[in-house]
Each structure stands twice: as C-alpha cells, then as structure tokens.
DNA sequence: ACAAGTACTTACCCTAAAGTATGTATATAT
DNA sequence: ATATATACATACTTTAGGGTAAGTACTTGT
C-alpha cells in the first residue's frame, strides 16, 4: 500500500515479533485504529462497503477501504463483487477472520467489566 | 508522557472508540507495538526490569520504560520498588491486567492455528 | 441537464509512535 | 581508579499510520 523501507529498525522488529510471539503476530494482523472495529461489524454478517461506511460514520473512505484491503490481503475478510452497475461489493469474513471472532468478544468483555467496575483502573 | 494537541481529529475518534467501541478500548490499553509482548512476559510471574529487558532483546529501553509507565497509568502492572541500591524494581499484573490475559491466550491459539496451518491466510 | 448513489483511487500533509544516542545516581567488585 | 550493574531520563530524529480533499466511472431518478 505504502513503500515499506525495507531496512528500517522497526521492519526488523516485525521480522523478529512474528517469529518469538504468537501475540503480537496477531497484532499485526487485527492492528491499526479501523480494523477490530472492522471486524467487529462484519462479526454479525456480511455487510456492503456502504454498510460498513454507514456504521462507522467517522472513518474515511481512505481507511475503510485501506483496511479492507489490507485485511483482505491478509486472508481476513473476503471481498465479493457482482458485476453490475452500480457496483454491488460485500465483505464477509473468511474462516481466519472468524477465528478472530474470540479474540474479539475476550476484549469485548474485558472492556464491559471495566465498564462495570469490576476492574478499577483509576 | 507526550503532549497531546487536544483538538486534533484522531482525538476526536478516540473518543468516540471509548464509548462507542470495545474493542477500540482495550485497543487503546495494550495496542502500541511492545505492550502484548510486555504483558505476555509478564503473564508467567513478576520480572524485574532488568529481566524484561532481556526477555525483550530487541525492545529499546526507552520503549520498554514507557510502556511500562503507560501500563501503570491505566491499571494494568503495577510497579514495586525497593528501596535499596542498586534499585530493585519488580512489574507485575494487576487484576485488570490478569484479566486481559483471556484476550492475549485468544491472541495466542489463533496464531498457533495459522501457524498449524488450520486456516490458511495464503 | 443535473444530482445522487455505488465503490473506490490518488496526491499531499500532519502527527503520534517508535528509534538513536547519551546521560544520571549509587554501590559493589576488581 | 575503573568497570559494571541497577533503573531509569531526555533531547533529537525518523517513519508509519492516519487524515484531507479531490477525482473517477457508470447508472438511475427528477
């Protein structure tokens, strides 16, 4: 998407993470501010990108299709698109994606408890 | 830690996330790129700063040190400092820090299953 | 004729996060 | 006297990610 310098201190810290911890080799894969909430919304069924664009008012076009794209490359998310016009496209998660799906709701529920004060965290 | 222009739109989406999105949240507690592997490290039992440095070889002590006081300002490990010389610091999971430990085991099967080749991500 | 809706794309800018390098204080070991 | 270990701090630079704004192509509705 973006020129990755291919030298970078940080480039070689991805190369490191992804072979020492399982954690942040998911981070890079659900990562980046758009993606959980991506995958949150597709986690109750397909949705058209006007959806998803619908749901979340705040993101940018740029984004949302970035992160599809990006989760899409990923093996995430699958794109289908019906050959008419207006153009008809629908995301849908693959079964990696669905994998995913207790990650999400482990989080999910973890940020409820803070809500309920089960945890207190100043 | 950083000075933060207040009016910026990525601010203004923070915290929309907050109330809106979950998932976003805990995003918000253990996203930043050495946070999970902190808190993977720190899932085994208590560590000593020095320990953390060379369980992390690759994380910079700069890095490492604000993240971990960016973890002890949102609840997450709590410091122990003895008063001795040289300095003995101890880090260590708080219960709301324990209780993402949920979401770093989620993290952790879904990469052992790609890993196992159980979805295939291409 | 013109606006609106579909699903994007692209060029440019700005900032937050990460990295580099160096310094601090105190005590023990050599 | 010097080195080492502890646990940091801080000034400066780089980079990756996110944001802004505009444009594309094609069709239906008014």
New interface residues.
Partial sequence: MTAIKETST?Q??KQ??LEK???????EKM?G?WK??I??HLSTGDKRYSELKRAIP?VTEKMLIQHLKQLE????VIREARPVVPPFVTYRL???GK??L??????????????DG?????
């Fill in positions: 940080i070689e810290n490191y993470a911890c399982p954690v942040t080799f998911v981070m990562g501010y959980p909430i995958l949150y705040t490359a990923d093996g995430l693959s079964d990696a994998g995913l207790p990650v999400i709701q482990a989080m999910a529920d973890w940020a409820f408890k803070v809500k089960v945890y207190n965290l100043q």
